[in-house]
DNA sequence: TAAATTATCTGACTATAGTCAGATAATGGA
DNA sequence: TCCATTATCTGACTATAGTCAGATAATTTA
């Protein structure tokens, strides 16, 4: 990495949290402390759990509740114990506490507008693709890959909504029990290995390789969860993947893939995988593919 | 102003400075409070003087006061009378303080990297090109563009600047007083109007109006720092001057330029400015334009 | 059904951040 | 030279943020 990316990198966090970050410190005009106002904005319109509340501003549980008191006291908020679960309280926000927030949420909006408002509709334009850029590969580079257990419960997610997907692409719908198995055993070193890619501690997508002689593996479970695509994840699971394969000394790397999934072969075949003759008799099956002349990166 | 655009903004906001602030609270890893911890790296290798530090902070005096002799209890920095000025202190850091310093800025420098390491080459071209591109235009967004008293002080700074850059540019160097004249009370309201852009409160660019008829204006001073170009702040002096002479009553803005003003005079061709015959005698002028019809905006 | 876990609450703390009103000394301008 | 201003410092405050150790009641697990 150069020195000159990390500089652009450092200077840009400092002049956008400075430029928005002030602008964003909206809490703070609100004439009420931080906290309060944090959590006044985060019960929202529709009210929230006090559980929920906790985990999404990460608070300690003896600090919410007085802060939930002190809202109580102004008349700001109630709360109720919540249908569900007896332990849980919900909150919602009075009439009063419901101005407030709408005062908020205007000042947040003051502040797009404030940003947006100088700038004539070309630049206008470009900031926004621009951000929408940044945002865009900021959630990619926050996504990390891993190996696990294929019998994790991250796994297990993952090879659930994969098989879900298959069922409804497939024209002929999908049954796992048909297809060539992958056993969570072939999947873990060194018989194979089994990656989940995470996006904010949840799983969103998976790769796997099996082992299949001295010099020969295959692919397998290669998916990407619809909300997480275009964030190149597929191709991040694929290098690591064949990084492995070729590190624990294989040569070539196979997979089969359905006609109905285009951007998989579109993956394939841009790394540099060739399309051969059926080596299995997977009924799902309608390209095999396969690449030879593994290398190790740096 | 689209309510979608807005929304976008906003997501930005939150989505930026969730991912970046929390990276960026390296402050807090410092085991040192925030405050202290912020001195400290404002103080910088090469030392500060106080003013500054207060000014770049934004503190209270007597709260940096104490931070300082803090860091001077546990001996990162040391204080000594400035030479120039015998109230300010200048503040360096000791060796124990520098090697703080460096840990900081480690702890930004890693920052960095992690934003970056996950991706590959491609995504990461992309993505500094949208930073770029994004903070170039939240500073364009920054600049406020406001009438000033021709004789003020931040009018006089632009002015200054703007004959030190035909003295540099002009083949044959320029005189004010060679010019024909455009005095401070000639572009006052109602005779006229003198604007000036400003970027973080320095001016960065100016633009003014003389009014020469019941229907003719003049266009006069249009000048925009080097560090502040190509945010599009000619343009908008352009509009707003327009926009005033339109709202006057005036009909038809004349304007000249020199030859080695290339920019201005792309500018002035974009906007609908037409070549005419040379209608004074300027000796510094190449070109004469006018522009007639002009219309008010919403 | 007993035991462990979970969600919330209360009380008792501490640390940090920040404000405000002078006091003091150096500087700059009339 | 005198006076207003400026930069810093000290003392005396306050508010906010946050932590930690139980207590209590509901829920889940064994």
Redesign the interface.
Known sequence: ?EEK?????????R???R???VL?DNYLGSGRPLGEARVLFEIGMDGANVRDLRARLSLDSGYLSRLLRSLERQGLATSQPDGDDGRVRWVTLTPKGRKEWKALDRG??D??????????ER??E???A??????R????????IEPVDPGSADAQVCIEAYFRELEERFETGFDPARSISAAPEELVPPAGLFLVARLDGQPVGCGALKVKGRRLGEIKRMWVAPSARGL?IA??LLDALEQHAAEAGLGILQLDTNRTLSEARALYVRNGYVEIAAYNTNPYADHWFEKRGLRRRK
């Open positions: 990495m990316q990390l500089k652009q990198v450092r200077h840009f966090n002049a956008v949290t430029r928005i970050g964003t947040a909006q502040v797009a507008v404030s940003l947006l408002a100088p700038l004539g630049q206008r470009r900031l926004l621009a951000m929408e850029e940044v945002e590969l900021l959630r990619a580079s926050a996504v990390a190149g191709q991040r």
